[in-house]
């Protein structure tokens, strides 16, 4: 999706595209992608802030 413009990029993540995240080796690559992929779920399974807040304060102090 890299060099659409903004009014395409907004339209295609609207109809719901998303960028493939497979191929993640490492194991913070692979929290990151969880995260992102909790993001993108239905409105019943989607993240809370507070879930984003964790995983992201959880990931982040495993970094130090």
Known sequence: MKGL????????????????????????SMRWS???RGCWA?????????DCKSAITAILADQK
């Open 34 to 36: 969880e995260l992102i």
């Open 5 to 28: 413009d903004l009014e395409v990029f907004l339209v295609n993540v609207e109809e719901g595209h998303r960028p493939s995240l497979t191929g993640l080796t490492t194991q913070t």
């Open 42 to 50: 239905n409105a019943v399974q989607r993240n809370t802030l507070a």
